[in-house]
Each structure stands twice: as structure tokens, then as C-alpha cells.
């Protein structure tokens, strides 16, 4: 069973940036894919960026692109979101999940994981 924490979240002024962290304990992630989803306030959990370890398949949604980077740290596994040039918009609790069935795509366009993180709160507002 893997279990999964985020880390890096908090306050940061329009136009900053902030890195997230999803460390996983339990088996490593090669076999799976890791999904970033944020949930802001009143509306629907969506997938941001979803990352097939195996084939290094990653999909962005268009609120993602150009914006955000998905990326392994090196020996270790945890998956991190870079966010740069962050938006009011941006606020929301952020969550990683991973699953080992779907495409990245089709884990961030359905909303899919088997194990999810508990959540991290990012707030954009100056």
C-alpha cells in the first residue's frame, strides 16, 4: 500500500512561485502514475498534471500549462510541482494521488487514484 504526504504549501503573493512535494512510502512508484489535483474553494477536485513514471508520459491541463513542471527527484521517491507565475485563481487545497492503471491523461481528466495524500493548502493573495 503506498501512503502519500504533501508538503510545500502556503501563502505566496501573485506572481510567485512555490514548489510542492509528494513523498511516498511503501513501494516505489516506478509501476505507477502520479496525478497532482487541486480543489478550490466551491468547486470541483480537478487534475492539473498527471505523470506515468514508467514511460515518462505527462499531461498538463490547460491551467497548468507553460506555468507548472512535474518532476521525479533523483533517488528518491517523491514527486514534486513546480508552480511558477502563481494566479489569485491558484488558491485551492492541492492533493497528489497514485494509481496504477490509468494513463496520465485519463488519471487527470477523471479525477482517479488508488491512494490519495491528505492535502495541502496554497493561498495566492497579496
Known amino acids: 500500500q503506498v501512503q502519500l504526504m504533501e508538503s510545500g504549501g502556503g501563502l505566496v503573493q501573485p506572481g510567485g512561485s512555490l514548489r510542492l512535494s509528494c513523498a511516498a512510502s511503501?513501494?516505489?512508484?516506478?509501476?505507477?502514475?502520479i496525478g497532482w489535483f487541486r480543489e478550490g474553494p466551491g468547486m470541483d477536485r480537478e487534475g492539473i498534471v498527471c505523470?506515468?513514471?514508467?514511460?515518462?508520459?505527462?499531461y498538463y491541463a490547460d491551467s497548468a500549462k507553460g506555468r507548472f513542471t512535474v518532476f521525479r527527484d533523483n533517488g528518491r521517491n517523491t514527486i514534486s510541482l513546480q508552480m511558477d507565475s502563481l494566479k489569485p485563481e491558484d488558491t485551492a487545497t492541492y492533493y497528489c494521488a497514485a494509481d496504477r492503471r490509468s494513463t496520465a491523461q485519463s488519471q487527470c481528466e477523471l479525477v482517479f487514484g488508488d491512494y490519495w495524500g491528505p492535502g495541502i493548502q496554497v493561498t495566492v493573495s497579496s
Open positions: 505523470f506515468t513514471l514508467s514511460d515518462g508520459d505527462i
Open positions: 511503501g513501494p516505489r512508484l516506478d509501476d505507477y502514475t
